[in-house]
């Protein structure tokens, strides 16, 4: 596991803190709507808790089944009823997809960590949605920064997620159904204690690759050290 960073404990500090270096987080049963800043390459715009949601011809959706065994990609137009988690990206058009995210992740990634790529982007520059497997007492990456939006949810297991930089970082718990949104250039990485903790990363964009030394999962992070 990475080295400890160190965290700061007032709350006012942690809050501006995370403001500052851009992520919100949602607890689990709350509804909320976040979109593209001001400023971004790419529109996406995020459904947390249960909402109905219109996608129009032209955008595409990914959402997740009530039981939480199942992730959908669809396209518009239609109108669908999300319970936990559902992100509409604009302009992007595929084919409607499914896939189970029951089974145990096939690629390998860093400090013992591993990914299934739920969607892969079909081209470079695509969605896709991963998911993230994390064992007890590792962390996900050395801190670092993604150069698009990261929308996560939290599948199983529990954890942190640690964001800000040097002596100014601050440490949010992390449980079954809370939703995360990283905005680019945001430096963080999640850890873990005596449990696996399961996340389903969506990339509003993403660098294509399919084998164990080349996949999103790795591509398109940069190192804040």
């Known amino acids: 596991m990475e080295a400890s960073v160190p965290i700061m404990n007032t709350i006012g500090d942690k809050r501006i803190t995370e403001s500052l270096y851009g992520v919100e987080y949602f607890e689990a049963g709350l509804s909320a709507a976040v979109e593209a800043r001001h400023g971004d390459l790419y529109y996406f715009k995020t459904f947390i808790g249960e909402q109905s949601v219109a996608v129009e011809k032209g955008d595409s959706i990914f959402y997740l089944s009530e039981d939480k065994t199942t992730a959908l990609l669809k396209s518009g137009p239609l109108s669908v009823t999300s319970t936990h988690i559902a992100t509409v990206i604009r302009g992007y058009m595929p084919e409607n997809k499914l896939s189970t995210i029951t089974k145990?992740?096939?690629?390998?990634y860093v400090n013992g960590c591993s990914t299934k790529q739920v969607f892969p982007p079909e081209r470079p520059g695509d969605?896709?949605?991963q998911l993230l497997s994390i064992p007890p007492y590792s962390a996900e990456q050395a801190h670092h920064i993604h150069s698009t939006v990261r929308v996560v949810y939290v599948l199983s297991g529990t954890g942190r997620s640690v964001v800000g930089m040097g002596n100014h970082c601050v440490s949010e718990s992390l449980y079954p159904g809370k939703s995360i949104v990283l905005q680019k250039m945001c430096p963080?990485?999640?850890e873990t204690d005596d449990e696996h903790l399961r996340v389903l990363p969506l990339h509003v964009f993403s660098a294509v690759g399919a084998t164990e030394n080349s996949h999103p999962m790795y591509n398109g992070t940069h190192f804040t050290n």
């Open 104 to 108: 145990n992740t096939n690629l390998p």
């Open 127 to 129: 969605p896709t949605l």
């Open 188 to 190: 963080h990485h999640f």
